[in-house]
């Protein structure tokens, strides 16, 4: 199963928005209404973002926000803040019953 | 307070085999599938494999499909993983992670982490 596409960096200024894209196939991110988004402050462990494209769990942020067309999801932060700055990664169920997760980005807040 | 606490991570030669721990309290452990994902240094997310909240179900990712095992013992709030014929290629930070929903289906999505345990494969 390949990995997900996902841009390996962007940057944006405090209070500014951004979006990062999560790019996959119909037998991932595209069959499935099943994507996730994990934030990752550096030597930290991930935490749960978005599940099932854009249910955010409690606690997190409304800044965080998540959607899909087609094969691409997207995780949109609102509102840039200096503490966003980490790294973020995607995921899918895939066709195989399992998940696969995209490479990564990282974020850097100006 | 959830918890997750990984152990057993060592620097072993290509070709050995090592069995990680990993220790959960703060819920009702039985009631959750669990998965192990790792990360490579300085690389991203791989997930591993997921042991069912009774241990009578296991999936596997590709890479590790037939070299690695996954255990529980939900009288010890206890997952195991054993690593056999281990490559370079494994090297990475192990962690356990706590799927979402109790029971079945497994969500596949990971709401609570431990803090990992390095494995590193070298001669």
């Known amino acids: 199963q390949s990995a997900l596409t996902q841009p390996a960096s962007v940057s944006g200024s405090p209070g500014q928005s951004i979006t990062i894209s999560c790019a996959g196939s119909s037998s991932d991110v595209g069959g499935y209404n099943f994507v996730s988004w994990y934030q990752q402050h550096p030597g930290k462990a991930p935490k749960l973002l978005i599940y099932?494209?854009?249910t955010r769990p409690s606690g997190v942020s409304h800044r965080f926000s998540g959607s899909k067309s087609g094969n691409t999801a997207s995780l949109t932060i609102s509102g840039l803040a200096a503490e966003d700055e980490a790294d973020y990664y995607c995921?899918?169920?895939?066709?195989?019953?399992?998940?696969?997760f995209g490479g990564g980005t990282r974020l850097t807040v100006l | 307070e959830v918890q997750l606490v990984e152990s057993g991570g060592v620097v072993v030669q290509p070709g050995g085999s090592l069995r990680l721990s990993c220790v959960a309290s703060g819920f009702t452990f039985d009631d959750y599938n669990i998965h192990w994902i790792r990360q490579a240094p300085g690389k991203g997310l791989q997930w591993v494999s997921l042991i069912s909240w009774d241990g009578t179900s296991t999936y596997y990712g590709d890479s590790v499909q037939g070299r690695f095992t996954v255990s529980r013992d939900n009288s010890k709030n206890s997952l195991y993983l054993q690593m056999n014929s281990l490559s370079t290629e494994d090297t990475a930070l192990y962690y356990c992670?706590?799927?979402?929903?109790?029971?079945?289906?497994?969500?596949?999505?990971?709401?609570?982490w431990g803090q990992g345990t390095l494995v590193t494969v070298s001669s």
């Open positions: 099932d494209v854009f």
């Open positions: 995921n899918s169920y895939t066709t195989s019953s399992t998940v696969v």
């Open positions: 992670a706590r799927d979402q929903g109790r029971w079945n289906p497994a969500t596949f999505n990971f709401d609570y």
